[in-house]
């Protein structure tokens, strides 16, 4: 996973393109664990800014306890998005697991603590069935 491009894309998702530090972690960790699509994903973005550092170009500044995307920052993202005449249309790639509702609640974070307490749940449930008969 590229560190630079996923932060870009983190960003680029609040309101106002700020968001705290504890947010930007929390994203990360999501985005890490999502698979090997995101990581090759966010390499082939990166292969079309070789030296992308993004703060001393300037493309995401630091302050309040947080990171804020700049004009410029939107700008070199949307042109790494941007497909080159030359590449065969695809389907739009959608970031796994990460969709963001109004509160800033990770709605896939959401999804995957559910998913664990109806695992837990049945197997609950199951236990009393077993201890039952």
Do not use: C
């Amino acid at each position: 996973m590229n560190f630079q491009v996923t932060v870009l894309k983190i960003l680029v998702s609040y309101p106002r393109g700020h968001a705290s530090m504890a947010d930007i972690k929390r994203d990360m960790a999501i985005l890490a664990t999502s698979g090997r699509d995101w990581t090759e994903r966010t390499k082939r973005l990166a292969a079309r800014v070789p030296d992308l550092d993004i703060f001393s170009q300037g493309l995401v500044d630091r302050l309040d306890g947080g990171w804020r995307i700049t004009d410029k920052g939107r700008a070199v993202l949307e042109m790494m998005e941007a497909r080159p005449a030359s590449e065969p249309p695809q389907a739009p790639e959608p970031i796994p697991g990460f969709f963001r509702q109004t509160d800033g609640n990770s709605l896939a974070l959401r999804n995957q603590r559910g998913q664990k307490r109806r695992r837990l749940r049945r197997a609950a449930a199951a236990k009393r069935a077993s201890s039952m008969q």
